[in-house]
């Protein structure tokens, strides 16, 4: 408890400071009297700050009476600066001396005035615990189990419900049972239920999977109810044979209503589902009583996995430490995550005997006499104590987001930032100390890595296992940190106290909305919204609170912000919702009129927002805005160059904007991020002048050679106005990626262009030739690559043992006819590689097939499939895949096959209108 407080008053207290530091420097330097006051007050709070994490390391047991009754006084209320500094130096003082009279607190500068930490690096450990795994731990055996369960009686209907305690392994049973089940089903489907059911949400995650896009975003646009997408979901699964794996179940009601729209066809289908309730197993699986029951890991998996995580092999395990790990592993009692959790914590603590000896009482005296769920708690108690100080605001913070939701690393970085979570001065330095924290919050197993970086360095998706979160939750809610309101209401624990923080996981009421915003609208730091169809509007009482750090809205009602008012705090703004890759359109949102008056706005994100078309003039006056993120198709007003801090402009179609406007990018010196849309429709080139267009936009990314780090152009392939790389003299050594993309084809780009680009790590590009792959080949840096071909009939693309040598993905993408095959020692780093391929039955075979020397390729883990069925029939698809499978499995490192979804004719048909980050399967990661 002790360490909980004193966690959430230094995180309040940086924070504190940071701003007061600020302010030294900032307008209030006209006024001499509260300038000295800001700066005591400000000196007065660090020493103060440094004692209070001295104390933090004790528990409430090992410190006297003196020191607690010091450390839980409140300093200060929510009031003026000039009148009440001088209050506030007082209490202040008052509370220093009578701490020194009786006791030397000491006074160690704080951690954000000493020197930067060394940052932390990803543990590669750590990342390949949860990355897609060749061979999980103990999962050979159960794995063939449940498929042989699933197999008997091939055109029965057939439900397979895997139960267990929390932390057994579960989930991974099952889509490891899911990955490896290669049979021909028309549609399969992943969906998690969660502690709370969101029915509507789950028809929706469903759907988005078995359907075709634009019957997707039909029912999306027209804004579909529970029973609509019901009825859809049924029409269409009706006569196909699908497979589902329904991931954790709470309760029988849950899955009543999930079977509902799960038709019962005969036609071979499969439904697996996975719970910690065997009644609700039970209840799944029906008359045929088709359960499995997970089981602990045995003695030699658990030393297996143990060991996976802190030395890659039970060989690598010094033999001093082999008792002691076994007394360690007999305390984890088989769970998978527990062993993890623990190993977690081992991976920073020396390697040595005596040191592990020690950590093998704390677990003992945490997790003996209690069940499994207890000793989970226990654990992550163990691992949460263990925590800095700096770290355990952030973990804490973890529980805005809803269970198994998908965390943006970045996004989540930002948020930290703009929430006052991470110390120091300098919004670049602060985030790169955020990405140290995500990175040991990671190495110590208690946030998992779900998409990791070409890098191998940077993990940019994660997520936090349901059992961590419902830990996180509890002591986040009991502690006052965050707020949470779901399906019933505040969050247990709830109380009278103050809203600091704020997490809409469900539809909130009007009712509920009004209380919330009456009681607590002065107080509340941040709102963050997650229900897409959430009824919350940011009315003119929530603008009148002073201290709204953070407002992230995911929803697709949209927010109407209205005038600012006071609003004026906040650091990031983010409106709308993104299903996966697809945007889901938020209507009705509106930005402030007088938005000019957010000075210490840093992200903007509106790229979502129907309604939004055109931004406000006055948005140029923000001169602390970083990343600005807009749809493709709005409007930006002249004067962009003022905006002399940002450094992010992803999405911007040239056709919506001036050659004013056009020429000032030119002034932003340091933009690192640009995308830009050159084509120019019908319509617009009765209004615009093109040529104008292009001249302005060479001029300006002229200018910008020097500071760009990414760069996206899609271009109408009708044109060749990719020419004008050439006119931008040569290639700047900061770019580090860089995408082409024509709307209607790939994009040819110059090869003397392509090959000055010697610091590109990532690259996504149309090529025609033997010789463009060559030159590729010879970029020494590329980490990730994307290749798009529009070939002729019996070309095939050699990949050679030169070149490519640190590649780690390849994205091959052949529209129509064309071959690829690797050479022996080719591509010596690769790992990844997705195929987006056209079968044409008389060509593969003739040629040998479509894909030669997979084996070659020495580091593969894992092949992603798409085959476009177009202009093929269904039994050259099914060879084309067969082939694959069968060069997949020869391959000494057996990679993972991962069959995407078939491409049909219709979704050829949209796919060129589309915007490269729609592409999620061939852009360059």
Known sequence: MAELMASAATSVMGSVIGKLTAMLGDKYQFARDVEQGIRFLKDELSTMDAVLQKLADKDDDQMDPMDKDWRNKKLWKDQGIAEEIQKLKILVTEQSERAKRYRALGSSPPHYLAASPQPVRLDPRATALFQEARDPVGIDGPREEIIQLLQVEEKQHKVVSIYGTAGQGKTTLAMEVYRKITQAFD?????????????????????????????????????????????????????????????????????????????????????????????????????????????????????????????????????????????????????PLAIISIAGLLANRSKTKEVWVNALKYISAAVDKDSHIDKMKRIFLLSYFDLPLHLKSCMLYLSVFPEDYLIDCRRLILLWVAEGLIPGQGRENMEQLGRSYLNELINRSLVQPTKVGADGATVKQCRV???????????????????????????????????????????????????????????????????????????????????????????????????????????????????????????????????????????LDVTVC????????????????????????????????????????????????????????????????????????????????????????????????????????VQDARDDRLSFMASCGSTPPPLRRLVFHDSCGPSVVPHQIISSLVNLTR???????????????????????????????????????????????????????????????????????????????????????LILGLQNLAGLRHVALCSNCKYATPDEVQDLEDDIMVAAGAHPNCPVVQQVKKINQEWMAQGCSRRPRDYPMLEAQ
């Open 187 to 335: 549609c399969r489907a992943f969906v998690s239920v969660s502690q709370t059911l969101d029915l509507k949400k789950l028809l929706r995650d469903i759907l988005s999977q078995i359907v075709s896009k634009s019957e997707f975003d039909q029912l999306q646009s027209e804004r579909w109810e529970t029973e609509q997408l019901m009825r859809k979901m049924i029409d269409y699964l009706i006569g196909k044979r699908y497979f589902i794996l329904i991931d954790d179940i709470w309760n029988v009601s849950d899955w009543e209503l999930v079977e509902a729209a799960l038709p019962r066809n005969d036609n071979g289908s499969r439904i697996i589902t996975t719970t910690r309730s065997k009644t609700v197993a039970e209840t799944c699986a029906g008359i045929d009583a088709q359960m499995y029951k997970a089981k602990p890991l045995g003695d030699d998996e658990s030393r297996r996995l143990f060991f996976k995580r802190l030395f890659h092999s039970t060989e690598h395990c010094p033999q001093d430490l082999m008792a002691v790990s076994s007394d360690i592993l007999r305390k984890c009692g088989g769970l």
């Open 465 to 603: 296992h349901d059992v961590i979160l419902e830990f996180i939750v509890s002591k986040a809610v009991e502690h006052n940190f965050v707020t949470i309101w779901n399906r019933n209401g505040f969050s247990e624990n709830y109380s009278s106290n103050k809203i600091r923080r704020l997490s809409i996981q469900h539809n909130i009421s009007r009712q509920a909305e009004e209380m919330t915003i009456k009681e607590h609208a002065a107080h509340i730091r941040s709102i963050n919204i997650f229900d897409p169809m959430s009824m919350l509007l940011i009315t003119s009482m929530f603008l009148s609170s002073q201290v709204l750090r953070v407002l992230n809205t995911e929803t697709r009602v949209g927010c109407n912000l209205g005038h600012v008012k006071s609003f004026g705090q906040i650091k990031y703004l983010r409106l709308g919702l993104s299903f996966g890759f697809r945007p889901l359109i938020s209507f009705g949102c509106k930005l402030p009129k007088d938005i000019e008056k957010l000075q210490h706005l840093e992200t």
């Open 610 to 713: 129907a309604g939004i078309d055109i931004l406000p003039a006055s948005i140029t006056q923000l001169h602390r805005l970083v990343r600005l993120l807009v749809g493709a198709r709005v409007k930006l007003p002249d004067g962009i160059g003022n905006l002399q801090a940002l450094e992010e402009l992803p999405s911007i179609s040239l056709g919506f904007q001036t050659i004013k406007f056009i020429q000032g990018l030119g002034d932003l010196t340091n933009l690192k991020v640009l995308g830009i849309d050159w084509r120019y429709d019908h319509y617009l080139l009765r209004h615009v002048d093109v040529e104008g267009h292009k001249e302005a936009c060479i001029s300006s990314l002229s200018k910008l050679v020097t500071t760009l780090r990414e760069l996206h152009v």
């Open 763 to 849: 690259l996504s590009i149309g090529l025609v030739s033997q010789e463009g792959i060559n030159i590729l080949a010879s970029l020494p840096m590329l980490l990730s690559i994307t290749v798009r071909v529009l070939g002729n009939s019996g070309i095939r693309y050699t990949i050679s043992s030169q070149g490519f040598q640190c590649l780690v993905k390849f994205n091959f993408d052949c529209y129509y006819m064309g071959a690829l095959e690797f050479e022996p020692g080719a591509m010596p780093k690769l790992q990844r590689l997705k195929l987006y391929l056209v079968a044409w039955g008389q060509f593969n075979y003739e040629q040998g097939g």
